[in-house]
């Protein structure tokens, strides 16, 4: 592992963002680098598929001078993350911010949607953020510090139908990551759970067309027969992918992560929901809080409670 020395400014973070290549993931990585950390925007195919982003975060870092560098990751695959995470820690030294922002988002009727599917849809959205936990998380804890910000979705503690593996996942990676925050207590590393209500960002499209596209297009006949059979909510799912007006701006999410950064860890909350998620979700966040801390010393964890509050 690569040696741990800590930066000249203590208030000068090494950053390692996932999902880099829209949305929440390409704001943060320029926020954080113009707020004067040192990012690496990391995400799949950077040669092919995906050049145009990393060429558009390598000519805003050039221009603005950031210290901002794009690393190859592709969080479903387990080598390609142990090499990206070796690299950046070989680069840089050490890792104090991870940012676990990327994810696809896949609109179906659960029921026609075949094991395949939902595997896909897990494997990036929970299997692909543990990997990144698996291969960060060493260093942190040998530091002695660090902060995870594992984004989710409001959809993370409510449900709405025709996106039932997306919802899924969500509310795995929400268990998951509150079970890590508890485990990592004595550590000095942080884990924060950023929730995000509805935003117009490139899951729905150009993304998430694409999945359902292939989704619809490569349906065999007894699913094809079974989707017919729910009638007129055989359409529904195509709702989700349709852009609502009025949006907030994204920003508002890379900004959130740019705050937690700059907060202490004693004050960083278990759960942030962001804009207008926090208001629909303010009640069930207090009554999980209370059932938690409940929980927690019922069964004799209350050491692992200190620090933060456990909402927004």
Do not use: C
Request: charged share 25%; proline share 4%.
């Amino acid at each position: 592992m690569a040696t741990t020395q800590k930066p000249l400014d203590d208030r000068i973070k090494v950053a390692l963002i996932t999902g880099t290549s829209s949305g929440f993931g390409y704001l943060t990585a320029l926020t954080l680098a113009r707020a004067g950390h040192r990012v690496f925007a990391s995400m799949r195919d950077t040669r092919n598929g995906n050049a145009g982003p990393a060429r558009e975060l390598r000519t805003a870092a050039a221009k603005e001078d950031l210290a901002l560098e794009v690393v190859d990751i592709d969080i479903r695959d387990d080598h390609s993350v142990e090499r990206g995470v070796r690299e950046v820690l070989r680069r840089a030294g050490r890792i104090d911010v991870l940012a676990n922002n990327a994810g696809i988002f896949y609109p179906a009727i659960l029921e026609t949607m075949t094991i395949d599917d939902v595997r896909a849809v897990f494997d990036t959205n929970v299997f692909g953020q543990l990997r990144m936990y698996r291969a960060v998380l060493p260093a942190m804890r040998a530091q002695g510090e660090g902060l995870v910000v594992q984004t989710t979705s409001a959809l993370g503690r409510i449900v709405l139908p025709f996106i039932g593996a997306y919802v899924g996942t969500k509310w795995a990676m929400e268990a998951m990551a509150e079970t890590s925050r508890y485990e990592l207590r004595r550590s000095g590393v942080d884990l924060v759970i950023l929730e995000p209500g509805a935003y117009d960002t490139d899951l729905a499209d150009p993304n998430g067309v694409r999945y359902y596209r292939r989704y619809r297009d490569k349906l065999g006949r007894e699913d094809a027969r079974r989707l017919a059979e729910y009638g007129d909510l055989a359409d529904r799912a195509e709702g989700h992918l349709v852009d609502e007006p009025g949006l907030p701006d994204n920003q508002q999410v890379a900004d959130a992560i740019a705050a937690l950064v700059d907060t202490p860890s004693s004050e960083r909350p278990v759960r942030l929901p962001v804009a207008g998620a926090a208001d629909f979700l303010g009640e069930l966040q207090r009554v999980h809080a209370d059932l938690q801390r409940k929980a927690m010393v019922s069964n004799g964890y209350e050491d692992l409670l200190s620090g933060g509050t456990t909402s927004g």
